[in-house]
């Protein structure tokens, strides 16, 4: 295990490097040259107390009771390897202990064993170190130790200042390490223990997730917490996730609650990856898991049934609810993070060192269970466990048992993979202008409006987003925005917009109701612009607003012969083409309709693509009519 020394290792240190245990003299056969030798290790390792003296205000270095040192003065210190820094606090309590590396051998092998390590100070001056690193460290130690030992040029000053460290580590932590190999042996751990398994870069498993998630970690640092709301250890991980703005790293914390006794490790909130019993199989999963992560960071319609999480507004405070999804989901990361620019979903990136189209299986092994987007069912922006997303199966069939006449049927099947397809280049006048495919079915409930809005959705392989006009609000400011937000959304995601119960954006103007005509008026500007495919349902065609309706005889001729430039078409059929009581939408959507009917067919534009659509017209005008 990383940061735990081997039995053997351990065993055999103490059998031949350190004094015994049990406090007895050497024996006679240690013969002088050991012992000199011993005595010179002694004084390249200093032990000292740092105290503060408030008479004068200064910083004084005392020697540590049984440190067994001759001197402790300054000179001292430039003549040591290692100096154990005990700081007392005011109280005259031990507050914590730390070493300055005074050998530039030594701190380079400690940076050599620990690169990657964030946080180090041992590129200070003088380099400074956490007891604990040496711990972590004492394996990688021992290791350089034995290169250097074995190699032909053995370098003695690197191998006694090895030697130093490795003592120090020893006599430091020796009942640590013992009680730590008994626990082993039986995959326990003790509360207090637990920093001795959390190495910096070790590989954490846990499920301490968002929706319980399998998740693995790397540990940065470690701490114990004792507050008001309780005791417990805290690991210091980062993930791999985008934020909806940057890739890269993310900083997590992770929990195990304080406990008695020992306790097995598998058992723990989190534990090290190696204790878990099916570590290979987790590895292989997370991996395939990340690679999925990485295929999701552009905008992906998906099928989900499974926990979601959304912020919820309460008592002024947004708090995370769980719920059940089922249905269809937009994975969109970027489009979250622009519509909740302050979620706690958000997974905010720290350090952004990673390329997502180069990951090592050991960086796809680190991303995040979870991915961020929109959930078409509930209409709320959520996060989603990516096991079970799956790819959208559209219902080909769908539209074909719709059951409306065979011209609107292929119709409005025409339009739509014309639409998608993008044959319609009818420009306006104004550049952007009325590029959308908009339609209007209107009917008593239970026709089969939204039945074919659905349809359109499937046979488009679009998404459909469905929204009531009573969802939109009645402020018109609310209005305005979030239409626009709605509008901005579908666009983007190349949805099928469903409005329903679409009367009262399509009402008729009054000289009384201005609040409605405000209304209607910014209905029609957003209409104008919008490029996507909206459908909109009615109960009342009678009550329609003339805007979508009339214009002169001679500005109908016009207008036809602007949209139709055909050599064929006679001034007397673009006379006759006026007599239809269009708008100038109308005029313009009938011709886009009629080449898309042509080429459909593979053909020119003829008269008879455009009589189709204008019978589909006067069908709608007659069911109009049939209102009144």
Not at 311 to 317: A, G, I, M, Q
Not at 453 to 473: F, K, Q
Not at 501 to 506: I, N, S, W
């Amino acid at each position: 295990m990383s940061g735990t020394p081997a039995p053997s290792l351990i065993q055999d240190y103490l059998q031949n490097h350190l004094p015994a245990m049990d406090g007895s003299k050497d024996t006679e056969q240690e013969g002088d040259g050991k012992k000199s030798e011993r005595e010179a290790k002694e004084r390249r390792l200093l032990r000292v107390d740092q105290i503060y003296s408030r008479k004068d205000r200064q910083v004084h270095f005392v020697k540590t009771a049984k440190a067994g040192l001759s001197k402790a003065n300054q000179e001292r210190f430039n003549k040591t390897v290692l100096v154990v820094r005990r700081i007392i606090s005011k109280q005259g309590m031990v507050a914590r202990t730390e070493v300055d590396v005074k050998s530039t051998l030594l701190r380079d092998v400690l940076l050599d064993i620990n690169k990657d390590v964030e946080g180090l100070e041992l590129h200070k001056s003088p380099p400074m170190a956490d007891p604990n690193l040496f711990f972590h460290s004492l394996r990688g130690l021992e290791s350089r130790r034995t290169q250097e030992v074995e190699s032909p040029r053995p370098d003695k000053v690197m191998i006694e200042h090895l030697s130093i460290a490795i003592q120090f580590v020893y006599e430091d932590f020796g009942s640590r390490i013992a009680d730590l190999e008994s626990l082993l042996l039986h995959k326990e751990i003790t509360y207090d223990l637990l920093w001795t398994i959390f190495a910096p870069r070790t590989l954490v498993f846990t499920k301490q997730t968002l929706l319980e998630q399998p998740q693995i970690m790397k540990v940065k640092e470690t701490e114990y917490h004792n507050g008001q709301d309780g005791s417990y250890f805290i690991v210091y991980c980062h993930s791999i996730a985008h934020d909806g703005e940057d890739f890269g790293t993310s900083g997590q914390k992770l929990r195990v609650p304080s406990f008695d006794g020992a306790r097995k490790i598998d058992e723990l909130t989190c534990f090290p990856l190696t204790f878990h019993s099916g570590e290979k199989t987790i590895r292989s999963g997370l991996v395939d898991r990340g690679r999925t992560y990485v295929s999701l960071l552009d905008a992906k319609c998906q099928e989900y049934s499974g926990a979601a999480a959304m912020e919820v507004e309460k008592f002024d405070n947004n708090k995370i609810q769980k719920f059940n999804c089922t249905g269809r989901v937009m994975v969109d990361p970027v489009t979250f993070r622009l519509q909740n620019m302050s979620s706690a979903l958000v997974q905010y990136v720290s350090t952004t060192n990673r390329n997502p189209a180069s990951l090592s299986e050991d960086d796809l092994l680190l991303c995040t269970g979870t991915v961020l987007g929109f959930s078409f069912s509930t209409k709320a922006w959520a996060a989603f466990a990516i096991t079970p997303l799956r790819p959208v199966v559209w219902n080909e069939e769908a539209f074909k048992k719709l059951v409306i006449g065979p011209k609107q049927r292929t119709l409005v099947h025409t339009l739509v993979k014309a639409h998608g397809r993008g044959q319609n280049e009818e420009d306006d006048i104004i550049q952007d202008k009325g590029k959308g495919l908009i339609g209007l079915l209107s009917g008593s409930p239970g026709v089969g409006k939204t039945l074919t809005a659905e349809a359109v959705s499937e046979v488009t392989h679009r998404p459909l987003y469905m929204i009531s006009a009573g969802e939109l609000g009645k402020d018109l400011e609310d209005v305005d925005t979030r239409l626009d937000t709605v509008l901005a959304i579908c666009r983007k995601w190349k949805c099928v917009l469903l409005l329903d119960e679409a009367d009262v954006f399509l009402q008729t103007r009054s000289l009384v109701d201005l609040e409605r005509n405000a209304l209607v008026s910014i209905f029609l500007r957003r209409l104008e612009y919008y490029q996507g495919i909206l459908i909109l349902t009615t109960n009342r065609v009678s009550t329609i607003d003339p805007a979508f309706q009339n214009l002169d005889t001679e500005s109908r001729r016009i207008i036809w012969r602007n949209f139709i430039k055909s050599p064929e078409v006679t001034e007397a059929e673009f006379a006759k083409l006026a007599e239809w009581n269009l708008n100038g939408r109308q005029i313009k959507n009938t011709v886009a309709c009629a080449k898309s009917l042509a080429w459909e067919e593979g053909a020119e534009l003829g008269k008879r693509h455009v009589d189709i659509v204008l019978e589909a017209i006067a069908e709608f005008s007659t069911a109009a009519r049939g209102e009144l």
